[in-house]
């Protein structure tokens, strides 16, 4: 393929009654520069890889590769290796887009000069849409420290690398590490590399579905205790970087203790442990959490709760639930 202005790489396992819809979201884009569409089959055991092949052989804009099982990141990566745009966007295989995802990620891209572009996402099971509590955000241009607060600690937008627009040379110093959990460990480094950062809420062009079998939708096992790793990378940047932020590092594994207690199945010894690792952070750092005016009332009150038992957390949960504050696997 010849350089083109963004390479969509869509990383394909196991997905054949999802892939049609997604592939078709990207093909019916109302954008009117180049782009190339990069699928690349993660040794799947189903017919994935045939329905890629389909499309590949029927569509200039698509290009299907293969290679042998590696997980998310080694999909990724290999995606990259021929990708030719300019610029890149990661879509889950599962997931689909709207019309004009490329079309408005560009037009925020363009107006605001910006590296990369940060949107927010629709949240969906197979059925419906999830409801959002989070507020609608401003489109802006920010720095690299800037976006790591609303990405990190605000969580604004997610660190998710679906949804977003990202410079090739950006992606290209920082491959995703092998493992769980890949996003969190990887966007601060995108954001590091640049202070042309744009904050937009486009959450209606990314349908992110979330689905039994997924990684957060699943069994503990100790692949999923590589989430405290990347927490323990993430807390010695913010320490380098921005040490100003060292008494809210514990908002980043109270984070990681949430998605494990919300979305992994566990035991109840499991449970407890997962949150015993929360409380000694939070309990030392809960004062300074409290008296940040930027932080949210939502990230505060899950800060008091971690500070308590588990006992607590299941019963306030279930509260919660009731009053359909919050729904199903979602914080």
Not at 41 to 67: C, Q, V, W
Not at 115 to 133: A, G, R
Not at 200 to 220: E, M, P, Q, V, W
Not at 271 to 293: G, H
Request: aromatic letters at 10%; glycine letters at 4%; a neutral charge.
């Amino acid at each position: 393929m010849n350089k083109c202005e963004v390479s969509i790489i869509v990383p394909i396992y196991n997905v054949e009654q999802y892939l049609v819809k997604c592939i078709e979201s990207l093909l019916n884009q109302n954008f009117n520069k180049a782009y190339e569409i990069i699928l690349v089959d993660d040794g799947s055991t189903d017919k994935s890889g045939d329905i890629a092949d389909k499309y590949d052989r029927e569509n200039e804009l698509i290009k299907t590769i293969h290679k042998e099982n590696g997980g998310l990141s080694s999909a990724r990566n290999y995606g990259m290796q021929f990708a030719t745009g300019l610029f890149v966007t990661f879509v889950d295989s599962d997931d689909y887009v709207s019309e004009s995802y490329l079309k408005d990620m560009f037009k925020v891209k363009d107006k605001l000069d910006a590296d990369i572009v940060l949107t927010k996402i629709c949240l969906m099971t197979e059925e419906e849409s999830i409801k959002n509590h989070k507020e609608v955000i401003k489109t802006e241009l920010v720095d690299g420290k800037e976006a790591f607060w609303e990405v990190y600690f605000q969580k604004k937008v997610s660190w998710s690398a679906c949804a977003k627009l990202m410079k090739k040379e950006i992606l290209d110093k920082h491959p995703f590490p092998l493992g769980y959990y890949e996003d969190s460990a990887s966007m601060y480094l995108f954001l590091s590399e640049t202070d042309k950062i744009a904050l937009t809420d486009l959450r209606n062009n990314y349908h992110y579905i979330r689905r039994g079998g997924s990684i957060t939708a699943s069994k503990l096992s100790t692949k999923h205790m590589r989430i405290f790793e990347v927490c323990d990378e993430i807390s010695k940047h913010i320490d380098t970087c921005c040490p100003e932020w060292s008494g809210l590092t514990a908002l980043i594994y109270q984070n990681a203790v949430l998605q494990l207690l919300t979305r992994i199945d566990m035991n109840k010894e499991e449970y407890n442990s997962i949150f015993d690792k929360a409380v000694t952070i939070s309990r030392n750092n809960l004062l300074e959490i409290l008296k940040e005016k930027r932080i949210g009332w939502s990230t505060k009150y899950y800060a008091v709760v971690l500070c308590t038992n588990p006992a607590v957390f299941r019963l306030q949960r279930t509260f919660m639930l009731k009053l359909n504050l919050i729904k199903g696997n979602w914080v």
